[in-house]
């Protein structure tokens, strides 16, 4: 025996799923199938090395990991919950606000949003200069800035004949450091030998503060302009705007690029649309992605299983050959959601097609309760579980008699006085 491996089961018992803990009736059940199996099952002896023992454990270990997994697949409302999808999410795209079952909407939910305009932030253009000229004289020079409710004070001091283009600069460098939420640019025409300096908001929206103004407040006296009059750093070329938009024909308005719809949505808008943009709800793509990966892989941890176990026991080959036959035969609507296999019988997921058949429902279809894929792995990982010692060599003794009453030709433990008993903690 294993002597570590209920010292082990200790620490596993407590994070057992919840769908290997069976109810009473359950654990009747599975005594019953027990019963069954045994009555056809001949009488062996095996030599129980250390080696066969974990094989045998891994085998059964790796079908509760799949068994559950596919309990969680029927189960699980990830399948059922719901996500939007748009049909040009590089114009508008949408997100819940919250965790919704896609039974909360209407057959053939859609909602139809066009995007008149986005919601923009003012932009102030400044004056072109002679790039090289000195439009300053030194000295120090005040200016506010006002951004909404907000007022800045600044301090900029002029050099000696500094040009046009290095104070632009400089100030640019100095407004952008300074993070209240305006940023600055200069552009330079070397043709013409001109510069300018512009300023925008980075806030969008009307609200007021995402507008901003500027004023000097003070200046050499030898000075006739300051900074923000020389520079023509208050003279607004375009003002914030809000975003307009429709949905299903009902006019709205959001001084912001995303908006909250009916309590359900969050809309985000990235373009004009030329004609209204489609959004339904659909299986969230995300989820099933998820419980599909958790599928395969636990799918493939059982494959992993057989394939280790089969380097010394050739019994093992049936266990890899009966799962390679159950994936060929529902090979096909495997395929429907992205799943395929590999010459070593590996199971391998598609991620866009499983995005695909979240939108189209094949997820759900495959997967759901009285599926035919599941109820068919279910019954082959019932028998694993139940006789993992199926899968490993051993001597064959003698065969039951048929004649004999169910009763008294097998004992219930026939099958699991090995491997079954070594589970003492849980089934």
């Known amino acids: 025996m294993l002597n570590v491996y209920n010292y082990y089961m200790q620490d596993y018992v407590s994070r057992t799923p919840h769908y290997s803990a069976h109810k009473r009736r359950e654990l009747r059940d599975i005594y019953k199938n027990i019963v069954k199996l045994s009555a056809s099952e001949p009488l062996y002896k095996i030599e129980l090395s250390e080696s066969k023992q974990a094989s045998a454990l891994s085998i059964k270990e790796s079908a509760l990991l799949l068994k559950d997994t596919a309990h969680k697949l029927q189960d699980t409302p990830l399948l059922h919950t719901a996500g939007l999808v748009s049909e040009h999410p590089e ?22 949003v066009e995007v008149s305009s986005l919601a ?27 951004l909404g409710y907000d007022n800045y004070s600044f301090r900029f001091n002029v050099a000696p004949d500094s040009s046009a283009f290095d ?32 300023l925008s908001a980075k806030r969008v929206g009307t609200f007021g503060k995402s507008s901003f103004s500027l004023e000097d407040t003070q200046m050499p006296d030898i000075a006739e302009k300051g900074l923000v009059e020389a520079f023509g750093l208050n003279q607004i070329a375009s003002p914030a705007g809000n975003a307009h938009y429709t949905v299903n024909g009902v006019s709205y308005e959001s001084p912001e690029n995303t908006a909250v719809f009916s309590n359900i949505m969050r809309l985000s808008f990235h373009s004009v649309t030329k004609e209204p943009v489609t959004i339904r709800p659909v299986a969230d793509q995300s989820a099933v992605y998820e419980v599909l990966e958790e599928f395969t892989n636990s799918y493939n941890h059982l494959v992993e299983a057989g394939q280790k176990a089969v380097q010394e026991n050739k019994s093992s080959a049936l266990l890899l050959r009966s799962l390679s036959h159950l994936i060929g035969t529902n090979y096909s609507a495997l395929t429907s959601v992205g799943i395929t296999s590999d010459e070593e019988g590996y199971l391998l997921l598609d991620s866009e097609k499983a995005a695909q058949a979240a939108r189209s429902g094949d997820a759900e279809l495959v997967f759901r309760q009285d599926a035919s894929f599941l109820k068919a792995l279910n019954s082959r990982l019932g028998t694993i579980i139940l006789n993992p010692m199926k899968y490993v060599d051993k001597k064959l003794v003698v065969y039951p008699d048929p004649t004999a009453p169910i009763m008294q030709k097998t004992s219930p433990y026939t099958t699991s006085i090995y491997s079954g008993m070594l589970f003492n903690n849980y089934c």
């Open 91 to 112: 114009a508008v795209s949408a997100s819940l606000l919250r965790r919704m079952d896609l039974s909360e909407f209407e057959a053939d939910t859609s909602f139809e």
């Open 120 to 146: 923009t932030g003012q932009t102030n253009i400044g004056l072109c200069l002679p790039s090289d000229e000195a439009p300053l004289p030194e000295g120090s020079y005040s200016f506010t800035v006002s």
């Open 167 to 198: 104070l632009q600069t400089k100030l640019a460098s100095f407004i952008n450091q300074t993070g209240i939420g305006i940023e600055a640019q200069v552009s330079f025409h070397r043709e013409l030998g001109i510069s300018r300096m512009d």
